[in-house]
Every structure is written in structure tokens, then in C-alpha cells.
């Protein structure tokens, strides 16, 4: 089964900690959270160090859901690249897919962000998070061109939304 996609977006909720906890929202609306649970939650608890929980209304999922269908193989190959965005720590990951996403084109396939780093090789007030981007055409195989003109597209892109730069 398969559901619209869920984003996440800071919140604060009474058992979590603050500044570590995201509201779980699919389609504009607000279906729980997600996040590390509040110290004096476990201290009451008994439990030592940091545990995470998340509180979702299943309903509107299960409603949602729909039975996928089987796809073929796909004939031709996927081309990876990967891309480490820096930006200011206000702006969000979903943001910056929701860039990705629009600035790509047909040929991306998937997108999705896997590390966020703070750390020497990144301005205070800064932090880079990394996205696997996946591309692929139905018809022919990409050429590195493509795909290169493509990434250039999404930097452009970001770079104008977020004022966005980018790590190697």
C-alpha cells in the first residue's frame, strides 16, 4: 500500500523536547509528531538517555492508501548524483526538495535527502544537507550531459530560492 507523501515541519508538542520534535503533515493537514522525547518524559519513566517516539492519526493514512500497482523494469538506467547544499539554518529540507523538484525536470525519478551537517566546513548560522538525486528517461539512456545540464538547472534554482551554496 502506498500513501501521499508526508512531510515534516518544526513544532513543539508537550512530550517532546523542544527544538527536536516535527509535526507529521500529508496533504495540508496535521496528523501527529514525531521527534525525542521530552528529558523529564523519561526521567519520569526511569529511563536512561534519549529515546525517540512518534504520535500519528492512522486513519487519514490507511484512507489514503492505495494498492500499487505492478510496474515493469525499467528498460534503461538510473544515473546517482549526489548534492550537498548549504543554506541557512531557517530553511528547511522539504523547502529545498520542493526546489529540486521543480527546478529537474521530467528526467528526475527520485529525490530524497540523506545528512545534515553542522560542523568546521560550514559557516555559524549554516548547515548542509545532502540529497541522493536519481534520474532516468523511459526512452534512451542519459548522457552525463544531460544529466550535468540538469544538476546545472537545480543549482541555478537553488541558488535563487535559498541563496543556497554548494559543498563537494
Do not use: W
Not at 513544532?11 to 525525542?36: K, N, S, T
Not at 493514512?61 to 525499467?74: D, T
Not at 549554516?126 to 537545480?154: C, G, H, N
Amino acid at each position: 500500500m502506498s500513501a501521499p507523501p508526508c512531510t515534516y515541519q518544526r513544532a513543539a508538542a508537550q512530550l517532546f523536547h523542544p527544538g527536536r520534535c516535527a509535526a507529521v503533515v500529508m496533504d495540508g493537514r496535521q496528523l501527529g509528531y514525531v521527534g525525542e522525547l521530552h528529558p523529564s518524559v523519561t526521567a519520569a519513566a526511569k529511563l536512561d538517555g534519549r529515546y525517540v517516539a512518534f504520535e500519528v492519526d492512522v486513519e487519514p493514512l490507511l484512507a489514503a492508501a492505495r494498492i500499487p500497482r505492478a510496474q515493469p523494469l525499467p528498460r534503461f538506467p538510473a544515473v546517482e548524483r549526489d548534492l550537498a547544499v548549504v543554506v541557512e539554518e531557517t530553511v528547511a529540507a522539504g523547502a529545498i526538495l520542493a526546489s529540486i523538484k521543480e527546478s529537474a525536470g521530467d528526467f528526475l525519478e527520485v529525490a530524497r535527502a540523506f545528512d545534515e551537517y553542522r560542523g568546521a566546513q560550514v559557516p555559524d548560522g549554516y548547515k548542509s544537507i545532502a540529497f541522493t538525486l536519481t534520474f532516468r528517461s523511459p526512452e534512451r539512456t542519459l548522457t552525463d550531459a544531460e544529466v550535468d545540464k540538469v544538476m546545472s538547472e537545480i543549482k541555478l534554482g537553488l541558488e535563487k530560492r535559498h541563496r543556497a551554496r554548494f559543498r563537494e
